[in-house]
Every structure is written in C-alpha cells, then in structure tokens.
Nanobody, 116 residues
Framework: QVQLVESGGGLVQPGGSLRLSCAAS????????MDWYRQAPGKQRELVAS???????YYVESVKGRFTISRDNAKNTMYLQMDSLKPEDTAVYYC??????????WGQGTQVTVSS
C-alpha cells in the first residue's frame, strides 16, 4: 500500500506563490507516476500536472508557465510550485500515485485560496 499526505495550501493574494508537497510512504517502489488534481466548488476534478518516474511531465494548458511539478526521490516527496496565482486557481488540490494508469492512492487534499 501507498499513503500520501499533502501540505502547503493556504490563502494567497493574486500574483502570489505557494508550494504544495505530497509525501509518499509505504510501497513507493511500485509508483510509476504521480499527479496533481484540483477541484473547485461545483466543478469536476481536473488534472493539473503529472510527473513520471522518468521525469516526463504534463501540464494542463491553464497552468503552463506558472506551475512546476517536481519530485525529490530522497525525500519521497512530490511538489507543485505555483506562481502567478489567479483567483481561478482556487480549489482543493489532491495528489495521487499511479501504477501505470491505475490509481493506487489519493491524498486527503489541501485547500488553496487565491483572493485579495
């Protein structure tokens, strides 16, 4: 089993930055890729960014150039650096872990609020 714990959310003004963390524990050797999703009130959960074990990355168009996904294998932690934040980035952010295309774990979610 894999367990994921997110941290780093909070309230930030438009144009500000936050860094989210997703710490993995358990059977982490089976993880092929990890993703960040977000869900805003009244909206479907949306894939924001992904990173594979080979460091291939994917970003949804709306965050390209503003968000950066990365991972630190020594700390078993994935990050999402979010810069130039906009009010429309407000959502609960979730990380997950995948074994190929199969999701094997979700984190509990962390709230990000962008507001003046």
């Amino acid at each position: 089993q894999v367990q994921l714990v997110e941290s780093g959310g909070g309230l930030v003004q438009p144009g500000g930055s936050l860094r989210l963390s997703c710490a993995a524990s358990g059977s982490i050797s089976i993880i092929y890729a990890m993703d960040w999703y977000r869900q805003a009130p009244g909206k479907q959960r949306e894939l924001v960014a992904s990173i594979t074990s080979g460091d291939d990355t994917y970003y949804v168009e709306s965050v390209k150039g503003r968000f950066t996904i990365s991972r630190d294998n020594a700390k078993n932690t994935m990050y999402l650096q979010m810069d130039s934040l906009k009010p429309e980035d407000t959502a609960v952010y979730y990380c997950n872990a995948r074994k190929t295309d199969i999701v094997i774990a979700w984190g509990q979610g962390t709230q990000v609020t962008v507001s003046s």
